[in-house]
């Protein structure tokens, strides 16, 4: 672990990630309970141009709402869906991708058209028609990104089963008797984190788009503040107003950008082995 | 060589039917009963219409049935009828195709030629400040959301400069001919193909770079220098040329982000393609036609899938045909 982070802090791009999520996550979890103002009162006369009141430092949109606290309230719905639905892409592509790397044979058959069916259709779209036909809301956004995003957790924790089942210490366990539930939960998958970890990073970063991408095209939840909603409202008014759509389109790039930092480092320090083929 | 095709058609044949399947569900999970949302988007609901339309469709029979009746229609090119357009889905669908087709691949060619480009630079001067520049230019193109990047190609070359239209697929009411009508498309398209290419021009730049990186340490390379070869030669004919086989594999896992991206890309620039049609269907929450878009996108992703594969092939003299 000490060794890890060691590593972890060598990487220039792991500390900076480092930072810029820490950041995000302190903004997220802090920023609505220190600025208080809803996201969705109108504070001011709209279109108010930013750095001319300090109160509403960002300015107001087209209603007078303030763009600072849009922003710091979408922090949250970005971080929150970003890592949940990585979660359950995770809870759905990690036991198929183990199931299918330790049974082999006809199970693997199975499992992999399965998942090479959903990889196959094009994410976005299939993502759009899940939200539209399950109604906006965090929930079915949510299910939709894990959708679309577990089949290369899946592929990849097959690889690596694939490869450590036969192990000697595998091999061993199999020999006294464990059942293979426990083989591949106590013996199996601990060695096969570290690349999924990796692949988790860059996920929540993938998902960060996703939501923002969905949110912009209206489909995002009608109750929750998100930046790629505050882009979309702002779209048509680019003309009188850029600060409304210029802003949450620089915070998502820098969340964003700071999770495929992480990612690079994590790949740096977690397989060194990797970590000169790039993804 | 046909073997191979023909294989991989009959592959991509049973997907297909599989996402058709998946597609008459997803109808069924639609709020509300099929008949009663459709004859919603008609404008009118009493019950008689209603009736009607249930027959038509074949709402009245065994859900086997009705599934038979849908991979029937689909197999004919018959994706239903969008009411709220008043034409059927397929007619709406193969208008718009060929704008979709002209912008996707328009962006597929600049992202793949200027990502080849960028990476065998980066690579070939790995260390150097121009290195560090070429792959910070990428990781910040990668973490762009492609709708926002839109807007601000919008912000700087249309409302700051006014150098390029904002929207659309031509100037309307200029009726061009010939020469300028093209060239006027082409000023129409140089923004959402930009837009659309930048965000995988970063991938293939990355991979690219790393690609090279890892040839250029292999035993053959080394025979190439040997041999006395200069360096350009080596670095096209024997890196560049090894290097870029796991760019064609990345291609065809693309396809169908590209698809995903021409939706948005389509949205903000007003571009009359497929992209623009689906998000039409959402905002009148037409499932007839969003799942008819649905459809012609996984075809247009099979097929390109096919080709990669076809390319992948070409490039790679060691794999045979046989499968």
Not at chain 1, 95 to 100: D, L, R, V
Not at chain 2, 19 to 27: A, D, G, R, W
Not at chain 2, 70 to 81: M, P, Q
Request: aromatic share 10%; net charge positive; hydrophobic share 55%.
């Amino acid at each position: 672990m000490k060794q890890f982070w060691k590593s972890m802090l060598r990487s220039p791009s792991g500390v900076i990630g480092l930072v810029i999520l820490l950041l995000a996550i302190g903004i997220a979890v802090f920023g609505p309970l220190l600025f208080p103002n809803s996201p969705w009162r109108m504070v001011q006369r709209p279109f108010l141009p930013p750095f001319t009141l300090s109160t509403v430092p960002l300015g107001t949109d087209a209603l007078g709402r303030d763009v600072f606290a849009g922003m710091i309230f979408g922090a949250r719905v970005s971080l929150l869906v970003g890592l949940v639905s990585t979660l359950v892409a995770l809870v759905v592509g990690v036991p198929i991708g183990a199931m299918a790397g330790y049974f082999g044979g006809k199970v693997d058959d199975a499992l992999m058209r399965f998942t090479e069916f959903f990889q196959t259709i094009p994410s976005f779209a299939l993502a759009i028609v899940l939200v539209a036909i399950l109604q906006p809301s965090i929930y079915s956004i949510v299910a939709s990104i894990a959708v679309v995003s577990w089949p290369p957790v899946a592929r990849l924790v097959r690889g690596e089963v694939l490869s450590l089942r036969t192990r000697e210490y595998v091999q061993a366990a199999v020999v006294t008797g464990q059942s293979n539930t426990w083989i591949i939960l106590r013996e199996i998958l601990p060695n096969a984190l570290s690349p999924v970890i990796v692949l988790a990073s860059l996920m929540v970063a993938t998902a960060i788009l996703l939501e923002s991408s969905l949110s912009f095209l209206g489909l995002g939840d009608p109750n929750l503040i998100s930046w790629g909603y505050m882009v979309g409202a702002g779209r048509t008014v680019i003309r009188q107003a850029w600060w409304i759509t210029v802003f949450p389109g620089v915070a998502i790039l820098i969340s964003v950008l700071g999770l495929n930092l992480i990612g690079e480092g994590l790949n740096d320090a977690l397989n060194p082995r990797l970590s000169r083929e790039g993804r | 060589m046909l073997s191979f095709v023909a294989q991989r058609v009959v592959k991509g044949v049973i997907v297909l039917l599989a996402i058709v399947v998946l597609n008459f569900f997803l109808i069924r999970l639609a709020p509300g009963d099929p008949a009663v949302v459709m004859a919603g988007e008609a404008g009118a609901s009493d019950q008689v219409f209603v009736q009607q339309l249930r027959e038509k469709f074949g709402l009245d029979k065994p859900l086997p049935e009705q599934l038979f009746i849908y991979v029937k229609g689909i197999a004919t090119l018959d994706l239903g009828f969008s009411f709220r357009q008043q034409a059927p889905v397929s007619k709406l669908i193969l208008e718009r195709l060929p704008a979709t087709l002209l912008l996707t691949l328009t962006a597929f060619a600049i992202s793949l030629a200027l990502g080849v480009l960028f990476g065998t630079f980066a690579a070939r001067f790995a260390g150097t400040f121009l290195d560090t520049a070429i792959t910070i230019f990428a990781l910040i193109f990668y973490a762009m959301p492609i709708f926002w990047v839109a807007l601000m190609g919008i912000l700087l070359f249309s409302v700051t400069v006014d150098w390029l239209p904002s929207f659309g697929y031509e100037t309307v009411g200029a009726n061009l001919t010939g020469l300028a009508h093209v060239v006027d498309v082409a000023k129409h398209l140089i923004m959402p193909a930009m837009t659309l290419g930048l965000f995988f021009m970063a991938t293939y730049t990355r991979m690219t770079r790393a690609s090279m990186l890892e040839v250029k340490r292999l035993d053959f390379v080394k025979t190439a220098r040997a041999k006395g070869l200069s360096d350009g030669v080596i670095q096209r004919r024997h890196v560049l040329r090894n290097a870029l086989l796991p760019v064609v594999t990345l291609a065809g896992v693309h396809a169908g982000t590209l698809i995903g991206g021409a939706v948005i890309t389509e949205t903000v620039f007003a571009w009359p393609g497929i992209g623009r049609l689906m998000y039409d269907a959402l905002l009148q929450r037409d499932y007839n036609l969003l799942l008819g878009v649905f459809v012609t996108c996984s075809v247009m992703v099979l097929i390109f899938n096919l080709i990669t594969d076809l390319v992948y092939r070409l490039v790679d003299p060691r794999i045979e045909f046989a499968a």
